[in-house]
């Protein structure tokens, strides 16, 4: 059974950053895609970023410039930078990957940001 755990949420002052990460508990082949997606309570979940197997990025307008994704190919592992966090990105972060075949979420990590 694969699973994907995320890390790296908490509690954080308004402009600050947070990096997450998202660790897969074993190694998955054939990667299409590495996301992030965010759900804020009382919304649905959200796209936020994702990155391709071969490193093409794509980010929601309204964390472009602010958040990074990346990812350790050889760990299975998609991290994502936040900076200039803003009161509006307070949401759970789940980390999700996509094969041929399957469909893979994380539980997902809670951001906060404080006003």
């Known amino acids: 059974q694969v699973q994907l755990v995320e890390s790296g949420g908490g509690l954080v002052q308004a402009g600050g950053s947070l990096r997450l990460s998202c660790v897969v508990s074993r190694m998955i082949y054939r990667i299409n895609t590495m996301a992030w997606y965010r759900q804020a309570p009382g919304k649905q979940r959200e796209f936020v970023a994702r990155?391709?197997?071969?490193?093409?990025?794509k980010y929601v307008d309204f964390v472009k410039d602010r958040f990074t994704i990346s990812r350790d190919a050889a760990e299975n592992t998609v991290f994502l930078q936040m900076n200039s966090l803003k009161p509006e990105d307070t949401a759970v972060y789940y980390c999700?990957?996509?094969?041929?075949?399957?469909?893979?979420w994380g539980q997902g990590t809670q951001v906060t940001v404080l006003s």
């Open positions: 999700n990957i996509v094969t041929a075949l399957e469909n893979y």
């Open positions: 990155i391709t197997s071969g490193g093409i990025t």
